[in-house]
């Protein structure tokens, strides 16, 4: 019992933060997108456009889809490296979108290599509440 015991406690505690806090971040891009833009709300239609759409930025990775596959869901392959990606969507078990920092870094890097640029808040919500569309899936 005493070595199960951490580990229970551990898991107790890390399962309903790890279900919350995609939710949460979604809650603070759409707050920041709400400023620039007044009374936004983030739609899982234009997260799965901007998800698929095919740009001119990179030829090998003209879109989100190409690491990430159609349904993000479930895992993807890296299309340069081959390097297996774990499911984008917050899947049961997944630690997607509960670290701002790694989220944040993840976005600068993979905005300014397909779209060319930083993706904005608004882009970033629309994203996310599609991607919680694709959870279980
Ligand atoms: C060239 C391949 C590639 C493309 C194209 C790509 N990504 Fe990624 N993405 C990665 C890799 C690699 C990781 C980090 C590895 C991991 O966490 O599994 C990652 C991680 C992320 C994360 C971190 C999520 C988290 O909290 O763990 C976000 C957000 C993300 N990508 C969004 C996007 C978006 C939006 C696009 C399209 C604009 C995109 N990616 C296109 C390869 C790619």
Not at 34 to 45: K, N, Y
Not at 59 to 67: D, I, L, N
Not at 123 to 132: Q, S, W
């Amino acid at each position: 019992m005493r070595r199960v015991f951490p580990l229970l406690a551990s898991l107790i505690v890390a399962l309903p933060a790890a279900a919350e806090a995609p939710a949460q971040m979604l809650s603070a891009y759409a707050a920041e997108a709400g400023r620039a833009q007044p009374g936004f709300a983030a739609s899982a239609e234009r997260g799965r456009q901007f998800y698929s759409e095919k740009r001119s930025a990179a030829e090998k990775m003209p879109s989100c889809a190409t690491c990430h596959t159609d349904n993000p869901g479930a895992g993807g392959k890296h299309v340069i490296t081959s390097k297996p990606i774990e499911a984008l969507a917050p899947v049961a078990g997944s630690t997607r979108f509960t670290d701002t920092a790694k989220t944040e870094k993840w976005f600068r890097r993979n905005c300014k290599e397909v779209v060319g640029r930083e993706c904005t808040a608004a882009e970033k919500a629309d994203v996310l509440r599609f991607l919680l569309t694709k959870v279980g899936a």
